[in-house]
């Protein structure tokens, strides 16, 4: 066999041993990961219902969010937000007008997408309470990728929205205490 078609044949052969394929799971690691994935969801909830109470709740964020988080949604506001990178994301101010806020998830779908990485989909309920003790309850739909690294789990993108009523109802709640332009 002449040298150049040995050399194609070790060449074939090599980049057919090297190509790396993409990693199978197991059931039994499908479950661990979604165990785990759901317990880091327990600390985002913790953090969702802080939010923005202040420095603990800012350490917190910096524990589940990765750096240069990527986040897209209409929560809460008049045009769809985009938003990159946790600072953003964590060290907003709180409206004076804010006394409390709950966040509570209503249903959760975990599904592994290779090892260490999830997506995650969840409808969730947002309570938001002013000074006065007035409240007003909405519902949305969030989507994250969730990432496992040598920190922990990190949130690396996530997206959330309510339907157009729910934001009309969070709208007319909080109006009260935004300046009306021209008046």
């Known amino acids: 066999m002449p040298i150049s078609t040995r050399l194609t044949a070790l060449s074939l052969v090599c980049c057919v041993g090297c190509s790396s394929a993409p990693a199978v799971m197991t059931a039994a690691h499908e479950a661990a990961l979604t165990d785990s994935v759901r317990t880091f969801l327990k600390q985002h909830q913790e953090f969702m219902s ?4 202040g420095p603990q709740a800012q350490q917190l964020g910096l524990k589940i969010y990765s750096e240069d988080v990527f986040y897209g949604g209409s929560v809460g506001a008049p045009e769809p937000v985009l938003v990159s990178g946790r600072k953003e ?5 709180r409206p004076d007008w804010l006394g409390g806020f709950n966040w509570t998830p209503d249903s959760v779908v975990i599904r592994p997408l ?3 990485v ?4 969840e409808t969730y309920r947002e309570q938001w309470s002013d000074t006065a003790g007035r409240s007003v309850t909405i519902r949305g739909l969030m ?3 969730v990432k496992n690294g040598a920190d922990g789990w990190r949130i690396t993108h996530f997206q959330a929205s ?6 009309t109802t969070l709208f007319n709640f909080a109006k009260r205490y935004f300046p009306v332009p021209g008046k």
């Open 118 to 121: 999830a997506s995650v989909t």
């Open 89 to 93: 994301i964590l060290f907003g101010a």
């Open 143 to 145: 989507m994250m990728v």
């Open 162 to 167: 309510n339907p157009a009523e729910q934001e």
């Open 114 to 116: 290779a090892p260490g």
């Open 50 to 53: 802080g939010y923005p109470a």
